[in-house]
């Protein structure tokens, strides 16, 4: 049964609906974020949608990151400053069409990735890519959620992934990969205390990423697992901003850890996965979230600092760069250890970005690479991105999640460019393997 839907036809009770979440969503914070803007424009050279049309020569003054949360705006200042109640009491109150609702779906679902670039530029440090989410969530509230995405959450809540990959599907797959790539993987041992918790796009379209990261994990001799219930690490409910859907798919993780007495979640190459699970989880449910997650490059980093996991060799021969998760790294923090790692298993490392955190995204994150109304930003997004490969001479990009992955090559191909994007895991395993 869908929970999230995608009706074609807008009215005004969609108008209503939206209206009502986002004026409800307005507390203390989002109201500071609402009126701190000095309307600077700064935001503007942080958004790589924004970029990419300027670099094709094109100026989209829509792209701005503080004006995709213009209309939430200004449902603020009706509601709660003395001039919009005023305005609104002698019959200037705001007039929003169905027409304005399409916009607003252009401007959150497609034209940002929440990649939080914009929130580290802003001179006021406003949270853009918040504002934006409540847009989404509001979007999803009156039934507005782009259809590919709509499908793609629904499929999550009932087979158990966007890509339909059931249990049934995910165990026959784990069997493929572990006799294909001769590695173990432990199902549902009992008790483990690391959970590897996959991505079916690294299962479906990367196994020999997984075979990677299972292959590293027998190395540290780590006591691990994964599990037939908690398979799934992707949470398109983030990306459409439901609540319900985020919920469930989070609850599926903390039953199955729980039943198999886990202490440490690993999320694997998978950038929203990592939010969700490390950040969203434990609010979600603060009694029961009781483990410690690490990101698998975090794991990575560690086990080689605790002399639990020896670098052999150097298996990358030429230049590469790398290419950051806006969500592990930017705003999970992980920026440190994938550069480490680099150093390690690359003879020509060459960073693109002076400041790891003002790498720039994929253009594919927030949902935005399954939307495919919104490939032709994708597309523009990637000129910003490509400027940066460019600049660092390099064509073998190095990724930490599979969604980029998935995005970049597929931009590289439509553009025809010939960029090589590899796994970061599937490195430290050959470079883990025989001297
Ligand atoms: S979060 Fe990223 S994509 Fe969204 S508006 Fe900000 S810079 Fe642009
Ligand atoms: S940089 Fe900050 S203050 Fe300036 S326009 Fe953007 S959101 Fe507003």
Redesign the pocket.
Known sequence: MAVVFSKERVGHEEVEKFYQFCKNSINTEVASYLEACVRCGI?AE?????MGENVSGRIDPTLT?AY?ADLLREIYKENYTLLGRLKKLFGFGLKIEPEDLKEQVRLAFY?????????KACPMGID??KL?SIVRGALTYAGLTPKDLADATNMSVEKGSPLGVDTQTFLQRIEFISEEYEVEIPVDKKPSEYLYILSSIELMKFPASVASAAKVLNRAEVNWTVSSLAHEATNFGVFAQSKEVTKEMLRRIVEGARELGIRYIIAPECGHAYQSVRFIAPNVFPEEWTFEVLNIVEFIDKMIKEGKLKINKKVLKERATLHDSCQIGRRGGVLREPRRIMNMVSEDFRDSVLIPEHNI?CGGG?GVLVIGDADYYRQKAFISKMTLFDKAKAKTVVCYCANCMLALTKSSQELKRDYRFVSIVELVAEATGEE
């Open positions: 935001c942080a958004c790589l949608f924004y990151p995709k034209t940002c990735t929440n990649c939080d670039r914009c929130t853009t890519p934006v995204c927030g």
